[in-house]
């Protein structure tokens, strides 16, 4: 059993309080996921050549303690790059205005403990392990501002309980995906990626969906079809919810086995496994509620 | 007679289960109101009296399953399971149902006006199910006694391995199930169904629903099935 969430505001005054609306949502699903949980934050994109990682520490030697500010001077001295870091305890959100590809070899060769955790020029992503309550805590999640987001509460089903197995999962720039379910084919699928060059961080089943559906889109699908071939191969039971820098999308299994409902005022959609983690939005109870269908798309463009 | 109201928002949902399991008398016809439900889970689950229970809201999971005698209305949509397992009485749901509503029940009467989702009415086992709206697939699974009631559409495997359940659909079903079949309407079934209806509180002309009942070809193991031999 997993949770998920997911809120999109419509109206701009709301990108402010977006996590302040989203942090009850987060906690409405502890039951449903009381061993990790994680958050993607979609804002305003960084200029055209810059990109932003989020980077985790808590596999490192240091932990918490990481000495984040010298690996910015570290950087500079080496690369010569000038960048910037936003650090919460153990996550840290590390920007730059070169490309992402050289930062990411440098980090691994020197720091191959720090796991990265997303990147892009929209998307800022935290998880870890512990309950919902403690883990936005943690990371201040109802100070976080922007668009659209992504959430979710984990009870693990399929791979371990770790920081790295928590979900969003991310692949690729700007793209990540949050599962309730278990597939029964991940393995065939990372079969059918290995090929092309793709590599994988886990052995969690979640993590082969995400890499599959941001495998069509670099392929050039538009997000429908990638979400069509998504029902063509992957078998078992989900509902996904994935953000993009401009979208929300939502699709459950053709078994309908996992929850999800929706929410929508003029002000904001907003996705979670259940109810109850909607009960506490502003105007909810003149909202249009209604219960995703199984194997339909549901994009919601922010 | 006496009005009771529990605000979930203030009090736990166990105090107002536990009221409504131990505290009320024999045949004990009160009213009670149900405010701020917000998605709970197990709301008025496992009634054994003639009460009336009004949820002012969405309620979650498993919404007066088990009910006895009592009647609950939900204003507002239901979780999965609603009325699973239902003995007797009634539970009427004002918005949608989520799947697996009137699951198993051997009794009472579920009306949902909106839609219901996947498995509705699964291994029914005598109750009646009255959906306003459409039902999701694989309804009326294995269901063994009772009638289910669509007024829109089904989706696929309506009434996959019935039993003697009936089912009467007014829209299309976007398959059947293995040995459901559409049947000619009886004049008995024209009878139930305008009490249905009418028990529903819908208008609907009985003239314009379809039976669908069991083709009995698999009560029995027939060995040469599917042999190419």
């Known amino acids: 059993m997993c949770g998920i969430v997911g809120l999109l505001v419509k109206t701009p005054a709301l990108k402010e309080r977006l996590g302040e609306l989203m942090v009850p949502m987060l906690i409405g699903m502890t039951e449903r996921g009381p061993d990790s949980a994680g958050l993607a934050v979609f804002a305003d994109p960084l200029a055209e050549g810059s990109r932003k990682l989020s980077l985790y520490s808590g596999l490192t030697d240091e932990g918490a303690d990481f000495n984040w500010h010298g690996l910015t001077h570290a950087l500079k001295d080496h690369l010569d790059v000038e960048a910037i870091i936003d650090v919460k305890n153990n996550h840290a959100v590390l920007s730059f205005a ?7 070899r440098w980090l691994r060769e020197h720091h191959p403990k720090l796991h990265i955790l997303s990147t892009g020029r929209t998307i800022d992503l935290y998880k870890d392990v512990g309950t919902p309550a403690e883990v936005a805590e943690r990371y201040d999640f109802k100070s976080m501002k922007g668009s659209h987001l992504v959430g979710h509460t984990r009870m693990a089903t399929e791979s371990a309980v770790t920081p790295d197995r928590a979900h969003p999962f991310t692949a690729g720039e700007d793209f990540c995906l949050v599962h309730n379910g278990s597939l029964s084919n991940p393995n065939d699928i990372r079969r059918k990626l290995q090929p092309h060059g793709i590599h994988f961080d886990t052995d969690n089943d979640t993590e082969a969906a995400c890499r599959f559906l941001e495998w069509r889109l670099r392929e050039g699908d538009e ?14 039971f989900y509902t996904f919810l994935m953000g993009t820098p401009d979208k929300l999308a939502l699709i459950r299994d053709p078994f309908a086995c996992k929850p999800a409902v929706v929410a929508e005022t003029d002000d904001y959609v907003a996705i979670a496994s259940e109810f109850r983690s909607l009960a506490h939005l502003p105007g909810v109870k003149h909202a249009h509620v209604f219960e995703p269908a199984p194997e ?7 | 007679m006496e009005r009771l109201s529990f605000d979930l928002a203030a009090s736990s949902l166990s105090d107002m289960n536990r009221f409504l399991h131990r505290d009320l008398a024999d045949g004990d016809r009160r009213h009670v109101s149900v405010l701020n439900p917000d998605g709970a889970h197990n709301i008025a689950v496992g009634l054994n009296h003639p009460v009336t229970v009004e949820v002012h809201g969405h309620a979650g999971y498993y919404a007066a399953g088990m009910n006895k005698h009592a009647t609950v209305v939900i204003h507002g949509s239901a979780g999965t399971g609603v009325a699973e397992n239902m003995m007797s009485g009634t539970v009427h749901v004002k918005g949608f ?4 509503a009137g699951a198993t029940a051997h009794g009472g009467l579920l009306v949902i006006d909106g839609d219901a989702g996947l498995r509705c009415g ?6 009646d199910i009255v959906v306003g709206g459409s039902v999701g697939s694989f309804s009326g699974f294995m269901a ?3 009638r289910m009631v669509i007024c829109g559409n089904a989706g696929d495997a309506l009434g996959d391995s019935l039993y003697e359940a009936v089912i009467y659909i007014r829209g299309t079903a976007k398959s059947l199930g ?5 049947e000619d309407m009886t004049d008995a079934d024209y009878a139930a169904l305008a009490e249905l209806l009418s028990k529903a509180g819908l208008d609907h002309d009985p003239k314009s629903f379809r039976r669908i009942a069991s083709a009995r070809s698999l009560y029995h193991w027939n060995a040469d099935a599917d042999q190419e031999y």
């Open chain 1, 98 to 104: 070169v490309a992402p590809d050289m930062i990411k």
């Open chain 1, 223 to 236: 997000l429908e079809a990638a979400l069509q071939r998504g029902f063509d191969e992957m078998d078992g």
């Open chain 1, 296 to 302: 339909e798309m549901y994009v919601w463009n922010a």
């Open chain 2, 97 to 100: 149902a989520s799947n697996g």
């Open chain 2, 122 to 127: 699964i291994s029914l086992k005598g109750g």
């Open chain 2, 144 to 146: 063994q006694a009772g």
């Open chain 2, 178 to 182: 293995a040995d459901a079949q559409f």
